[in-house]
């Protein structure tokens, strides 16, 4: 499997099996599903770090749907290690930007909170 866009403002969809009976006991399991739609902004990424930038700001165009790059959280620690593993079953390559990736988002996320700190002038 290859990744070749940059998943600008998709929407993800997460469900349960319906066409299965519902489980017989409390707390059954049911099988989680996931549907990703709304395709129309996407864009081709060619897998150059020139193109890194343009994937950090689709990732925050995208900012409900992802946790925020914040070392502390630990939904984001989890994105962020299933993400660089998917990379790397990709490629050495794509390892290697998944990698610049991640860390430009940390960066930018760390701005976004530093900017939030600072008081406003009047």
Known sequence: MTA???????????????TD??????GGRRELRAWVIDFNQVKEFNFTEGQIPLLVDAFYANEAYFPRARLADSLY????????????????????????????????QAL????????ECD
């Open 112 to 119: 976004k909170d530093a900017e939030k700190m600072m008081p």
């Open 21 to 26: 009976a519902v489980p017989s006991r409390p």
């Open 77 to 108: 620690d989890v994105f962020s290690k299933a993400y660089l593993e998917e990379c790397n079953k990709i490629g050495e390559v794509a390892g290697q930007l998944g990698h610049k990736f991640i860390i430009e988002l940390e960066a930018e």
């Open 4 to 18: 070749r866009n940059d998943a600008r403002d998709i929407e993800v969809v997460l469900g349960a099996n319906i």
